[in-house]
């Protein structure tokens, strides 16, 4: 027999070894098992309203960000061909993403299709509003700067803007959530591999007498180690199953009732963005089986 | 086949098990280790099968430097090595035959091969009729050939006990060195490190004195104590 096939026959015969070995051991030890996917779903529920918490933030962050908008009201006196000549002047300023002109005779009718004929009337022959430039920024936070540029320009009447302080506390805001959620997160993270590795250490040690005849009649460490490790992304992954599930139906109730009630409130409810969510926190389940697992087999493979 | 050279071993703990021991086991050898506890009988079989590691000096087995050998080759050396304990080590929770066959799985055997061979040791070990009993079930001499049977499913060349009768009376004690002489009838190198005084005596066979960590006779056809000390 060539030596590639007997390899991979080799391989396949410990495979079912492996397995037999996983499966004996989770039903062994069913309380324990059940334990360690308590926790582990804890953990990670926890780091999935963290996530949740940060993205929902940023979310609402950015649609408040690109609602700030600069008006400039340009000088009464002022022709609309000497208006239309300051829109490519504020379109040079670094940081301005769009500008819009709005002519007062538009103005006038928008107000007038707004809040009807009285507005006309009241207003009469001579048209009250100024032109006016429709300001976007791309980074909300150089508004103020920005806004005080546009002001000295020569034929701007004023600059009007809104939201400045709610964005910079939005701002700080979330870049606490960030911070707590990340180390809420490596936190937690630290806490679910702990808690795996307590739950496999507890595992091998019931079985450390059969670690060690292994050992003794010349086992390798990875065939020692591969059922502990498979039991471990086991664990892993159920625990965070049972967190998926549970945030799954939890948030999606919460989000149905905010809306209900909060109607402006952009709330993430993409299935795409939650798959991505649920999917790190399943590879974070896995992971943390596998290096829980690891840690605490590693004690018993020196002999 | 094994050759120590000027091996000597001192713990973490300061405790000198071996100072300078020397020796060669030849193949096919029957060898018993004696000496009172403490002299170092369990530390020299610990090198052997690289469990623990000589603070000085040099150990061959079958030419090569076991010293030398890297971390993931050494449970290929341990597969050439059947160990036999005090204790027995079987697992409580598995039949006879699972106990021997487990020893095939972990190398990775083919279960047609484990079929043929697990029955084939356990009658060479006089228990065909127990291969579906769990270790409770059977007498401390059955336990202990159960290990043996382990320890030779795998066709080691060398046999190694540690007081493997022990915890055994002495009448279970001689059956157990029988099995032992059996197998090296059969060709393979057997090392049992020993208190049982009477068997020794009796069996003629080599014995390495070792006392306070050196060796201090060693002799064909010995006996357990020097008649003239």
Known sequence: ?303 | MISFFNVSKVYPNGVKALQGVSLQIEKGEFVFIVGPSGAGKSTLIKLIYSEEQPTKGQIYMGGRSILRMKKRDIPYLRRQIGMVFQDFRLLPDRTIYENVAFAMQVIGAPRSEIKKRVPEVLKMVGLEKRMDNYPYQLSGGEQQRTAIARALVNKPSIIIADEPTGNLDINTSWEIMECFQKINDEGTTVIIATHAKEIVDAMRKRVIALENGKIVRDEHRGVYENAVT
């Open chain 1, 1 to 303: 027999m060539n030596t590639g096939v007997y390899m991979k026959m080799l391989l396949l015969r410990q495979a079912y070894y492996i397995f037999q070995e996983v499966g004996r051991s989770l039903k062994r030890n069913s309380l324990l098992n059940f334990a360690a996917i308590g926790t582990t779903a804890i953990s990670l529920l926890v780091l999935g309203v963290g996530m949740l918490l940060v993205i929902n933030t940023n979310e609402i962050a950015k649609t408040i960000e690109s609602d700030i908008e600069i008006m400039v009201y340009i000088k009464h006196d002022l022709s609309e061909e000497d208006a239309l000549a300051i829109e490519p002047i504020i379109d040079n300023i670094s940081g301005v993403e769009k500008t819009t002109f709005i002519p007062r005779d538009e103005a006038l009718k928008s107000l007038v299709k707004q809040f009807g004929d009285e507005v006309e009337e009241s207003v009469g022959e001579e048209n009250p509003l100024p032109d006016a430039i429709k300001v976007k920024i791309s980074d909300p936070r150089e508004v103020n700067t920005i806004a005080a540029e546009i002001e000295d320009l020569p034929g701007v009447e004023s600059v009007r803007y809104g939201g400045q302080d709610f964005v910079k506390k939005l701002f700080s805001l979330t870049n606490w959530v960030r911070i707590i959620g990340l180390l809420l997160i490596a936190l937690l993270g630290l806490c679910g591999i702990f808690l795996i590795a307590t739950t496999t250490r507890l595992t091998i040690f019931a079985r450390r007498r059969e670690i060690n005849i292994m050992k003794y009649v010349g086992a390798t460490d990875w065939f020692v180690r591969w059922p502990f490790l498979l039991e471990g992304i086991i664990l892993g992954f159920f625990g965070a199953l049972l967190a998926v599930v549970v945030l799954y139906f939890s948030y999606g109730a919460l989000v149905a009732r905010i809306q209900e009630t909060i109607t402006f409130l952009p709330l993430v409810s993409s299935t795409k963005v939650l798959l991505r969510i649920f999917e790190g926190l399943l590879v974070m389940g896995i992971v943390m089986g596998a290096v829980g697992s690891t840690i605490s087999v590693r004690r018993y493979l020196h002999v």
